[in-house]
């Protein structure tokens, strides 16, 4: 089977390009002794990229119980949901680690604590807290974090933290700064707890800016990253990875040009692409996306697809595109904004090695 062979839209995987990526944040895990990378597989959802990202069934973070349900199904029994639990899920991972694995749920709620103490399962629990995002999570110096490690008890296993305002950054320093944060915020409540007799076997942080720049990862257990795997144009902005590290891109045919207004339509919309306009906020606006040729190079310029519809998307150059290189039905291919929402569309990843020749198909989970 051959990219000619294949329906659009749909996702293309570059092998190659995946495994560098995972070699480069290994290696920047590998820096600081004892650490665990815990790689996050909200964005692949799929055990074959497991199998690369976590070798001989390591450990894993999830963010459905869908998602936990199918990696435990593959031998990946030490996993982090790391999502706020709620008490309707409880039973579900019960269910779940009834059968020998070890899925983590995260707090930083009370009442949940509450649910989580009375509930008569194995549900290990990870108190959240927030070291400067501002989403979920409570602060580490906090009254609450004590009031709900005494009600959770003997399940109290530990912290998670999750830095996604380094996301904001953009250059090293910066991103080093929120590391240094995020580091100390998780630590200092982790020594809150064994101050109250709990000892924590998980002291977790992490996302890919921080996994990549961190400076020390002194008292961190395990550090969770995802978005490395694939990487996407926005990423490739704030510089966690160069614009040729990106794995996944979105294999599109074009339906219409519009010489006129020097565009093509494609027919990759705002299902297969999403409509996350995350390089809104970096140095360039990306649109939903760059158009690529089939091979997933850069060669139309800065092609955007500036405009989605459902089931259309609207490309223009930057400079004049090259028409009799883009007939109708040409195969293109489309870098993403947020990979982890364009891929969130689609059941299967077909890949490649640098080449046409699809060398197997891939599936996913979806759905929560």
């Given at each position: 089977?051959k ?8 996702l293309?995987?570059e092998?190659?390009?995946?495994k560098?990526n995972?070699?480069r944040?290994?290696?920047a895990?590998?820096?600081h002794p004892g650490l665990k ?7 692949a ?5 497991a ?5 001989d069934h390591?450990?894993?973070?999830v963010s459905?119980v869908?998602e ?5 199904g593959?031998g990946?029994?030490d996993?982090?949901y790391?999502v706020g639990i ?7 991972i ?6 020998g ?9 009370l ?8 509930h008569?399962?194995i ?5 959240e807290v ?10 580490p110096d ?7 490690a005494q ?6 296993a530990g912290?998670?933290?999750h ?5 904001a ?6 991103m080093r700064?929120?590391a240094e ?12 707890l064994?101050?109250m ?5 998980v002291v977790s ?5 921080t ?6 990862m ?5 550090i969770r990253?995802?978005?490395?795997m694939f990487?996407d ?9 160069g614009m040729?590290d990106?794995a996944?891109?979105v294999?599109?045919a074009?339906?219409?040009?519009k010489q006129?207004r ?20 970096a140095?360039?606006d990306?649109?939903f996306?760059?158009m690529?040729?089939?091979h997933?190079?850069w ?5 955007i ?8 998307g ?7 595109l ?6 109708i ?9 947020h990979?982890?929402?364009?891929v ?5 990843y077909y ?7 699809v060398?197997a198909?891939?599936d996913?989970v979806?759905?929560?």
């Open positions: 089977m990219l000619d062979d294949l329906p659009t839209p749909c293309v995987l092998l190659g390009i995946l560098r995972l070699a944040m290994a290696d895990v590998a820096r990378l815990r790689p996050h597989m909200k964005t959802k799929s055990l074959a990229v199998a690369l990202a976590a070798p390591g450990p894993i973070t459905t869908a936990a349900r199918y990696f435990a593959g990946y029994r996993q982090i790391a709620t008490p309707q899920k409880l039973d579900a019960a269910a779940i680690n009834a059968q694995n070890d899925v983590k749920i995260i707090t930083d709620d009442e949940v604590a509450s649910a989580i103490a009375a008569s399962g549900l290990p629990t990870l108190i927030d070291c400067g995002e501002g989403r979920g999570g409570i602060a906090s009254a609450a974090l004590a009031e709900i009600r959770l008890g003997a399940r109290c912290i998670m933290t830095a996604g305002h380094s996301y950054e953009r250059n090293e320093e910066g700064k929120v944060a995020e580091r100390a915020g998780a630590v200092l409540a982790a020594e809150r064994r101050g007799g709990i000892t924590p076997r942080a992490g996302s890919s800016p996994a990549l720049y961190g400076h020390s002194a008292g961190i257990t395990d990253a995802g978005v490395y990487g144009l926005f990423q490739g902005q704030i510089g966690t990875h040729e990106i996944v891109t294999l599109s074009v339906t219409s040009r006129d020097n565009a093509v339509l494609i027919d990759a919309g705002g299902i297969a692409l999403s409509k996350d306009r995350s390089t809104q906020a140095p360039k990306l649109g996306g760059v690529l040729d089939r997933g190079k060669g139309f310029g800065e092609a697809v500036a405009r989605t519809h459902q089931e259309h609207e490309v223009r150059g930057d400079g004049p090259p028409f009799a290189e883009l007939p039905g040409a195969l293109v291919r489309v870098a993403p904004n990979t982890c929402l364009t969130a569309a689609h059941d299967r890949v490649v090695d640098g080449g046409d020749e060398i198909v891939w996913r979806n759905g929560w």
